[in-house]
């Protein structure tokens, strides 16, 4: 009998772990994606997560969803030290991995920029333990005292940490809100151009500052360094253009906004996401790696 009971207890623990892990999943995919840029590296992390977790002793975890993030957060910023070396001698420029996303996530204005390709990259700019504070206060809203956890510092040091971050992103982060109206006439007008060629219909729709970066990672061909100036951007797209023209080219919404997706018998060869700022197209990311486009295949749902 205590034999059986002892059984049925932990049978129900266990039941009671994966059902809060299942209802949290997405909510710690997308804290880690967002302290990574990396899906791959994201599902690693849940999965270290998920290890901790259940040897966690429930009955003393007052809040779950807390608890799940923090080791998110914890496993996240490990990861993100030791990546950070291996990107030191990426091949070419390191671009976030794109993701195909559900339209829910675009109707989360916070959210949708938060995980943006110009986002992630200013992302990319921070100290870890300044992203990991910058992340979990300004788009998980955690308190101070729970990223102080989280991080190992104290709640005071982790306060300047997110006053520094945050001025930091400031400095760099898109100019202003662009409304996905803005944003979608902007792609249009550069998908026609790119299609048909025209060096001067992309002049007027890119910023005179444009920069484009491309991620091929060694693998596929790319530009190896950032390309400045609309007249060369503009020029380098249409020197493109009879390679484009075997390609077909679909809108699609990536890391939660509109972006071109270019596929070559079928498979994703291409992503191009954009920034925009004051209706010009001031960065253009292709991501071309195939290591990196798996998570095109099929939509992934974020959540805050």
């Known amino acids: 009998m205590d034999a059986g009971g002892g059984i049925m207890g932990a049978d129900g623990r266990a039941d009671r772990a994966v ?9 710690l995919f997308t804290v880690a994606y967002e302290m990574l840029g990396s899906a791959a590296d994201a599902e690693d992390v849940l999965q270290e997560t998920w290890l901790r977790w259940a040897d966690a002793d429930l009955a003393t975890v007052r809040d779950q969803r807390a608890y ?18 291996r990107r030191e001698s990426y091949v070419g420029s390191w671009l976030p991995e794109p993701l195909l996303t559900a339209p829910d996530v675009a109707d989360d204005v916070e959210l949708a920029e938060s995980v943006s390709m110009a986002m992630l990259l200013v992302l990319e700019t921070l100290a ?3 992203r990991a504070v910058f992340v979990l206060r300004e788009v998980f809203d955690l308190g101070y005292d729970e990223i102080a956890e989280a991080v190992d510092k104290s709640p005071a040091a982790v306060r300047q940490i997110a006053h520094r971050a945050r001025a930091h992103v400031t400095a760099r982060r898109p100019r202003g809100m662009v409304s996905p109206a803005e944003t979608r ?4 007008a550069f998908r026609l151009a790119v299609e048909t060629g025209d060096v001067q219909g ?9 920069v484009l970066l491309g991620d091929g990672g060694g693998i596929k061909q790319a530009v190896l360094r950032p390309v400045a100036g609309a007249d060369k951007v503009a020029r380098l797209l249409c020197s493109t253009h009879a390679r484009i023209a075997t390609m077909s080219l679909h809108p699609a919404q990536v890391n939660g906004h509109p972006a071109l997706v270019l ?8 992503v191009l996401a954009l920034r925009v700022d004051d209706g010009l197209i001031s960065g253009v990311y292709a991501v071309r790696n195939p290591e990196k486009l798996s998570h095109m295949r099929r939509e992934t749902t974020l959540r805050r």
């Open 202 to 210: 992309l002049l007027d729709v890119l910023a005179p500052d444009v």
């Open 263 to 270: 596929r070559l018998d079928g498979a994703v060869d291409t």
């Open 185 to 188: 006439r902007a792609l249009t």
């Open 68 to 85: 799940l993030v923090r080791i998110t957060a914890r496993q996240a910023l490990n990861r993100l030290r030791a990546v950070g070396r």
């Open 128 to 130: 870890p333990t300044e």
């Open 19 to 27: 059902d809060a892990f299942v209802t949290h999943r997405n909510l």
